[in-house]
């Protein structure tokens, strides 16, 4: 198997190489084998020639240590960067400016760039993986304009705007994901996308002096407060709040740029579907960003139009039918493999199943109730109503983003090849551990089950959207992982 760093260090090294020739690398440290050999000494400018040569060299560090790259990101482009971004976007510019952060954002950034490894990362996302790159910008403002209505010391409030920045560099580690539109990653791939809370907080233990809580919200900011997230499944009460913050507004920026933005809606429109969030209760991150996001400006129009009401409803209610009958079929699963709960990727999907029931619920419109008041509003053409019929079709969107991740991990436990079993150490016997599936029998009786109700799901895809819509923003689904 392959060194964790020594892989990262490929992956890396494949960015480099896709630079223009005219970008210059430098050798900031000595490249050293894991033979403590010199392959490279500080100092050495390294063309594509010598880039190449690095290919397949084990490495005693990740190579971005020791590099340096001489149009990369300092202090003043990196704000410049961070000020563009939010110029462009008059519905993000208006929040900022009512959050005081700017001098902060300011510090974030030369305090960011007094790590050369990270200054370079930051300008390699930008061009390799741009959003991503808006994505660290959006959660690093936010996170810190939240942290400054919480009340919290400028330290923590720049710490906070460090992690969010830095929280996706790890992209760059991992192989490349598919980019293509509206297919969702395959089990391997989302494998590979699990890599990256850990390889960053890997990358970040190589910094001298960086706060420990901007490395652990790192490594956490993909777990979520049901045990169902990753890399750890840790519950709600083992993780720390920047973290848990990081987590929400990935999903928020996301939400907001495919669904919200291309169609003039703004951030407070999104309060609804912050609002399913299972951490939209009091004291939670998504209570705090509900109230700030109403800050900002609302609208009321209906981005469908109004000759396409018939059929847009249509598609509402058969997207209910699909979440409905995906629930109950889930539900049955979990219960026939009641037993097979102990091993933790298949708890976790239990948790998610709860996270997409508790989601729904928190809605108020995707019930039985809410699909026969839609009848009237077709018939009777209540105008009035296209708003929140097009609110619940966006929620409905969330909950199958959800659901899109519940097959993705049932696709990842029947690839496995030999399913783990949780073991449990007897208080009575401290040396002796008792499966919680008994016998292997049981283990690959829940794998079959597994495979078969996997089948199950797949015979049933999401209904497709006819033409008359096919050129609408309603066709997208957010994509798992990016």
Same mark, same amino acid.
Request: aromatic share 8%; net charge negative; charged share 20%.
């Given at each position: 198997?392959?060194?964790?760093?020594?892989?990262?260090?490929?992956?890396?090294?494949?960015?480099?190489?896709?630079?223009?020739?005219?970008?210059?690398?430098?050798?900031?440290?000595? !490249?050293?084998? $894991?033979?403590?050999?010199?392959?490279?000494? #500080?100092?050495? &400018?390294?063309? +594509? /020639? %010598?880039?190449?040569? *690095?290919?397949?060299?084990?490495?005693?560090?990740?190579?971005?240590?020791?590099?340096? !790259?001489?149009? $990369?990101?300092?202090?003043?482009?990196?704000? #410049?960067?961070? &000020?563009?971004? +939010? /110029? %462009?976007?008059?519905? *993000?510019?208006?929040?900022?400016?009512?959050?005081?952060?700017?001098?902060?954002?300011?510090?974030?950034?030369?305090?960011?760039?007094?790590?050369?490894?990270?200054?370079?990362?930051?300008? +390699?996302?930008?061009?390799?993986?741009?959003?991503?790159?808006?994505?660290?910008?959006?959660?690093?403002?936010?996170?810190?304009?939240?942290?400054?209505?919480?009340?919290?010391?400028?330290?923590?409030?720049?710490?906070?705007?460090?992690?969010?920045?830095?929280?996706?560099?790890?992209?760059?580690?991992?192989?490349?994901?598919?980019?293509?539109?509206?297919?969702?990653?395959?089990?391997?791939?989302?494998?590979?996308?699990?890599?990256?809370?850990?390889?960053?907080?890997?990358?970040?233990?190589?910094?001298?002096?960086?706060?420990?809580?901007?490395?652990?919200?790192?490594?956490?900011?993909?777990?979520?407060?049901?045990?169902?997230?990753?890399?750890?499944?840790?519950?709600?009460?083992?993780?720390?709040?920047?973290?848990?913050?990081?987590?929400?507004?990935?999903?928020?920026?996301?939400?907001?740029?495919?669904?919200?933005?291309?169609?003039?809606?703004?951030?407070?429109?999104?309060?609804?579907?912050?609002?399913?969030?299972?951490?939209?209760?009091?004291?939670?991150?998504?209570?705090?960003?509900?109230?700030?996001?109403?800050?900002?400006?609302?609208?009321?129009?209906?981005?469908?139009?109004?000759?396409?009401?018939?059929?847009?409803?249509?598609?509402?209610?058969?997207?209910?039918?699909?979440?409905?009958?995906?629930?109950?079929?889930?539900?049955?699963?979990?219960?026939?493999?009641?037993?097979?709960?102990?091993?933790?990727?298949?708890?976790?999907?239990?948790?998610?199943?709860?996270?997409?029931?508790?989601?729904?619920?928190?809605?108020?419109?995707?019930?039985?109730?809410?699909?026969?008041?839609?009848?009237?509003?077709?018939?009777?053409?209540?105008?009035?109503?296209?708003?929140?019929?097009?609110?619940?079709?966006?929620?409905?969107?969330?909950?199958?983003?959800?659901?899109?991740?519940?097959?993705?991990?049932?696709?990842?436990?029947?690839?496995?090849?030999?399913?783990?079993?949780?073991?449990?150490?007897?208080?009575?016997?401290?040396?002796?551990?008792?499966?919680?599936?008994?016998?292997?029998?049981?283990?690959?009786?829940?794998?079959?089950?597994?495979?078969?109700?996997?089948?199950?799901?797949?015979?049933?895809?999401?209904?497709?959207?006819?033409?008359?819509?096919?050129?609408?923003?309603?066709?997208?689904?957010?994509?798992?992982?990016?």
């Amino acid at each position: 198997m392959q060194d964790p760093i020594n892989s990262a260090n490929e992956n890396y090294l494949q960015h480099l190489i896709s630079l223009p020739s005219a970008c210059s690398i430098r050798v900031e440290k000595d !490249i050293l084998l $894991a033979s403590r050999e010199c392959l490279f000494a #500080a100092g050495k &400018e390294l063309d +594509l /020639q %010598a880039l190449y040569r *690095l290919r397949g060299k084990t490495l005693i560090q990740p190579l971005s240590l020791n590099l340096s !790259i001489a149009e $990369a990101f300092d202090a003043a482009s990196l704000t #410049a960067s961070v &000020e563009s971004y +939010l /110029q %462009a976007d008059p519905v *993000l510019l208006e929040l900022f400016e009512q959050s005081d952060i700017k001098p902060l954002v300011r510090q974030g950034c030369g305090m960011v760039c007094d790590y050369s490894s990270l200054r370079q990362c930051l300008w +390699l996302m930008q061009k390799c993986y741009p959003n991503e790159f808006e994505r660290g910008l959006f959660c690093a403002v936010f996170t810190a304009a939240l942290y400054r209505r919480k009340g919290y010391e400028d330290k923590n409030i720049i710490n906070a705007f460090f992690a969010a920045l830095v929280h996706d560099i790890a992209y760059l580690f991992i192989k490349p994901l598919s980019q293509r539109s509206n297919e969702e990653l395959k089990p391997q791939e989302w494998q590979q996308l699990c890599l990256h809370p850990e390889l960053a907080y890997e990358l970040l233990s190589f910094l001298p002096l960086l706060p420990s809580t901007i490395s652990r919200a790192v490594l956490e900011h993909h777990e979520e407060v049901d045990g169902s997230g990753y890399p750890s499944g840790k519950l709600a009460k083992q993780l720390a709040p920047l973290g848990r913050m990081i987590h929400l507004l990935d999903s928020v920026h996301a939400i907001y740029t495919t669904h919200f933005r291309p169609r003039a809606r703004t951030l407070h429109d999104l309060v609804p579907i912050v609002q399913m969030n299972q951490m939209s209760r009091p004291g939670m991150p998504a209570a705090d960003l509900i109230s700030f996001l109403r800050l900002g400006s609302v609208t009321s129009s209906c981005s469908v139009p109004e000759e396409l009401m018939p059929l847009f409803i249509t598609q509402v209610k058969e997207r209910h039918s699909y979440i409905r009958d995906f629930v109950q079929q889930a539900e049955t699963f979990i219960e026939q493999n009641q037993m097979s709960i102990a091993n933790a990727k298949l708890f976790a999907l239990s948790r998610m199943l709860d996270h997409i029931c508790v989601s729904m619920n928190q809605s108020g419109l995707i019930n039985d109730a809410y699909m026969r008041w839609l009848d009237q509003v077709m018939v009777h053409k209540l105008d009035h109503a296209y708003r929140e019929v097009e609110d619940a079709f966006l929620m409905m969107q969330e909950v199958l983003y959800h659901i899109q991740g519940f097959i993705l991990r049932m696709q990842s436990i029947v690839e496995e090849q030999n399913p783990p079993v949780t073991n449990l150490t007897p208080i009575w016997a401290p040396d002796r551990s008792l499966s919680l599936i008994e016998g292997s029998a049981s283990v690959v009786g829940a794998h079959e089950s597994t495979k078969k109700a996997l089948e199950n799901f797949e015979r049933k895809s999401v209904p497709p959207l006819p033409g008359e819509l096919k050129n609408l923003w309603v066709s997208k689904v957010r994509k798992i992982g990016p």
